[in-house]
């Protein structure tokens, strides 16, 4: 498989920032996704990172290192409809394949 | 259209039965994955299209299960005398290129009976 590790559950308070690491196997890697599931429906795009570094879109960040296998995606000023699953997806170098972790389910709490 | 298209959006079938589920991408959207999400569970890979070349099917379970894609368009997974096991939701995603954002369709939520 792709070896592709993350948090099962997290739980953070509303208006704090929460971080999700994603580990995932380099062979073959070409690119970093991640995705937000709520309860029942399909997954949303956030972010791409195939350089290394950090990505900035408002609230939600998302940084990678290659050579670390490593990725996070940080969310700021947490509010209550950010309760849902984070999903890490790697694709493939060559195939593009998107091949999917298991996903971090977040609560956000009062 | 406008967003990723999957028909039926619930099926309900015994098992033994054979099954087809649809999915129509996003038009222009050359790539083109099959997933399977069991409850509170991650995204399986089943296949993938990508353009005119051979589809990637390392993911299918077993023979039981098939997809094709006509026209480089629509697409149709089949699984054939269906298991009890094979009960789930089958999400659909199309993206522009290999390695861009992927659309997920609703998915259609499966049980077998």
């Known amino acids: 498989g792709q070896n592709i590790d993350q948090p099962t559950e997290m739980t953070a308070t509303e208006g704090a920032i929460v971080q999700i690491n994603c580990t995932y196997q380099t062979s073959g890697f070409n690119g970093l996704f991640w995705y937000q599931q709520h309860a029942g429906e399909a997954p949303t795009f956030l972010s791409y990172n195939v350089l290394d570094g950090l990505e900035e879109k408002g609230r939600f960040s998302s940084f990678l290192s290659r050579s670390k296998g490593y990725s996070y995606l940080l969310l700021k000023e947490l509010q209550m409809k950010d309760s849902a699953s984070y999903l890490c997806?790697?694709?493939?170098?060559?195939?593009?394949?998107?091949?999917f972790g298991k996903g971090t389910k977040l609560s956000v709490i009062p | 259209g406008a967003g990723v298209s999957q028909s039926p959006s619930n099926k309900v079938t015994e098992k033994g039965k054979d099954v087809e589920l649809r999915c129509d991408p996003i038009?222009?959207?050359?790539?083109l994955y099959w997933y399977r999400q069991s409850l509170g569970q991650g995204l399986e890979f089943l296949i993938y299209?990508?353009?005119?070349?051979?589809?990637?099917k390392s993911g299918l379970p077993s023979d039981r299960f098939s997809a094709e894609r006509t026209g480089g368009s629509v697409s149709t997974l089949t699984i054939q005398r269906t298991q009890q096991e094979d009960s789930a939701v089958y999400l659909c995603a199309s993206s522009l290129l290999g390695d861009s954002e992927a659309f997920f369709g609703q998915g259609t939520r499966l049980t077998v009976v």
């Open positions: 038009s222009g959207h050359t790539a």
């Open positions: 299209f990508q353009g005119n070349s051979a589809p990637d």
């Open positions: 997806a790697r694709s493939g170098a060559g195939s593009y394949q998107l091949t």
